[in-house]
């Protein structure tokens, strides 16, 4: 019974040091942004000039609103086609599709540093050069790959019979999908789209490399920030940041039940 | 309601034919099995019906009309999957509306034809359920519910019961019989299980390696087997070779047999005769022959199955064992190793010719 006892309790400890370990800095940024000293210093005074001072940069909040922009539109658009070719190799036997799907996986496992570079040599050549243009297709290129796995894998959990059924019963192709397969690879879909819009929105390096310095991201204008000089003025942005995506996370995981559980 | 006649019907996936010249009529409003081992073909038959896949050649016609070209949405017909294929995101009652509202229908008359298909399956007061919490057999009548909703002029059921436990099983076949007696819609059924081909069709196909070995009613298919695979795969039969007499055969020990059914075939050649194990009379060899039947082989008891109602009884005559099932009705049991004589009468031999 003691050992169990104990047992139990180093079982608790280590998650809550694991816990602690995911989220001290962040606190800890978190509670500077709201502290008068712009040098860490303490005591600790309460204030919210920094979030008062972040409305008034104008180079930040272009930023994030680039930033939000092309992280909604590369979640648009990955999802969309996404899932679109995931129901295709699902649904379809053609020559070449095993190739493609293995040639699906390598982009995830190469650098940034290099997709960034290829795409801007390549971006160069075609004549879209750097830009909020060249960020976008960047950023959809890196995502697509996330939501066709994410969706294929809920599709691997479909019954093709459901399909074969709501043909049956008269309904064309489009309501097949609309109706019967849609619901079903829909927590993918979601979940697929979170990877997309993470992968866009925390996107660094591949962002640095295709951005001119009026046409950024949020990223990268902090990182440029930082380097003029640190201001809790980034500390305050990126509290934000954390708060709504953290609640967008928490949102999923709570409506759509994906990564198991109930 | 329309019949389906399906005429020199082949389709093949690479080499292997999965359907060989098949022609077979489904007469409106009857009750079909196609009966095979796995790899048959008629699953493949079945989908060809549905228009999930198209033939190579040959001609299905649905009520006289050509579909073999038509695509599944546009055949009218209902499809019951083996593992009941329902929504899971649809209650039962959206489940079984589904067919009616893809077609657009009016909500009030998709709300009324929908209760009136569950309380046709018994399941009226369950249409706000989901599928996941139904019973196997609930599951199974919601899925012939969504079949039969949309009026479809076939319905075609693939090994339906196949889910489903024994007991279970029986209900559900006297079940749907029912259902289709009352709807009087001609049903198309795959199965592997000859007991429930026998007990629900009217008729009977028989498929092998993607041909049609046997067509017709279950008592025809019983008592008059046109090949040795048709008389062992639907019942159970002894097979015995040897030569034809004409009327019968000559084993090779001597020993005649007389047919009473099957072909006629040239004195000489090779063929066999089938013989239902319960259709054989067992008794102590006395050393005086039994009269009463025609046939008469000599044997000794190798072994013995109780059963409770019956017995199987497994005779050893000149290295072939011979399988008798008696009623146990309490005259007579005979013990292992009990020198026995087997008779029959000729109505109950099928003459085959050799395959």
Redesign the interface.
């Given at each position: 019974m003691a050992t169990t006892r104990i047992l139990e309790w180093l079982g608790r400890l280590y998650i809550w040091l694991l816990l602690a370990f995911l989220y001290l800095p962040i606190i800890i940024m978190a509670l500077m942004s709201f502290n008068v000293s712009p040098f860490y210093q303490l005591p600790f005074e309460w204030t919210t000039e920094w979030y008062a001072a972040l409305w008034q940069n104008e180079q930040l909040i272009s930023a994030t609103r680039n930033s939000l922009e092309i992280a909604i539109i590369t979640t648009i658009i990955s999802v969309v086609l996404g899932s679109a070719a995931s129901l295709a190799l699902f649904r379809y036997d053609f020559r070449g599709k095993k190739i493609l799907q293995a040639l699906l996986f390598p982009p995830i496992a190469i650098p940034w540093l290099i997709t960034g570079t290829a795409m801007l040599i390549f971006f160069f050549g075609v004549g879209i050069g750097r830009g909020l243009l060249a960020i976008l297709l960047g950023h959809v290129a890196l995502a697509l790959p996330y939501v066709i796995v994410v969706v294929s894998a809920r599709l691997q959990t479909f019954a093709p019979e459901l399909e074969e059924a709501a043909r049956s019963l008269g309904a064309n192709q489009w309501q097949v999908t609309r109706r019967v397969t849609l619901p079903w690879i829909m927590p993918g879909v979601i979940a697929g789209g979170l990877f997309a819009f993470a992968v866009s929105f925390d996107q660094f390096v591949v962002s640095y490399f295709l951005s001119t310095p009026g046409q950024t991201t949020l990223p990268v204008e902090i990182y440029a920030a930082i380097r003029k000089g640190f201001t809790p003025e980034i500390n305050a942005v990126s509290t934000i940041i954390i708060v709504v995506s953290m609640a967008l996370m928490l949102f999923a995981a709570r409506f759509f039940k994906f990564g198991g559980g109930k | 309601m329309a019949g389906v006649q399906v005429s020199n019907l082949s389709r093949s996936f690479g080499a292997h034919k999965a359907l060989d010249d098949v022609s077979i009529d489904f007469a409106d409003g009857g009750f079909y099995a196609l009966l095979g081992p796995s790899g048959s073909g008629k699953t493949t038959l079945l989908r060809q019906i549905?228009g999930?896949d198209f033939p190579d050649s040959g001609r299905i016609a649905i009520g006289g009309e050509s579909v073999e070209r038509v695509?599944?949405?546009?055949?009218?017909?209902?499809?019951v999957?083996q593992?009941y294929?329902l929504?899971?995101?649809m209650s039962v009652a959206d489940n079984v509306a589904?067919?009616l509202s893809?077609?657009g229908e009016a909500k009030a008359v998709i709300a009324d034809e929908v209760q009136r298909a569950l309380d046709l399956v018994q399941l009226g007061k369950l249409g706000s359920r989901r599928p996941h919490q139904l019973s196997g057999g609930q599951r199974q009548r919601v899925a012939l519910a969504?079949?039969i909703v949309?009026k479809p002029r076939v319905l075609l059921l693939d090994e339906p019961l196949g889910a489903l436990d024994k007991a279970l099983r029986v209900d559900m076949q006297i079940e749907l019989k029912r259902i289709q007696r009352e709807i009087g819609i001609t049903t198309i059924f795959v199965t592997h299980d000859q007991e429930e081909a026998l007990t629900m069709s009217d008729r009977i196909g028989i498929l092998r390696d993607g041909r049609l070995v046997q067509e017709g009613p279950p008592e025809e298919i019983y008592d008059s087997p046109k090949s040795e695979f048709a008389a062992t795969f639907l019942g159970d039969a002894n097979i015995l070779r040897g030569d034809t007499t004409g009327t019968g055969i000559r084993l090779p020990d001597g020993t005649t047999i007389a047919a009473g059914a099957g072909v006629s075939l040239a004195a000489g050649t090779k063929a066999s005769c089938a013989v239902r194990p319960e259709r054989i009379r067992i008794a102590i060899d006395a050393g005086v022959p039994d009269q009463t039947y025609a046939n008469l082989l000599k044997g000794q008891v190798s072994k013995r199955i109780f059963a409770g109602n019956n017995s199987t009884y497994f005779v050893e005559r000149d290295s072939q064992t011979i399988k008798v099932i008696v009623q146990n009705t309490g005259i007579e049991r005979l013990v292992e190793g009990q020198d026995v004589m087997l008779s029959w009468s000729p109505e109950s031999t099928v003459l085959i010719a050799a395959s």
């Open positions: - | 549905a999930f695509p599944v949405e546009k055949r009218r017909i209902g499809i999957f593992n294929a929504f899971p995101n589904f067919g893809v077609r969504r079949a949309t």
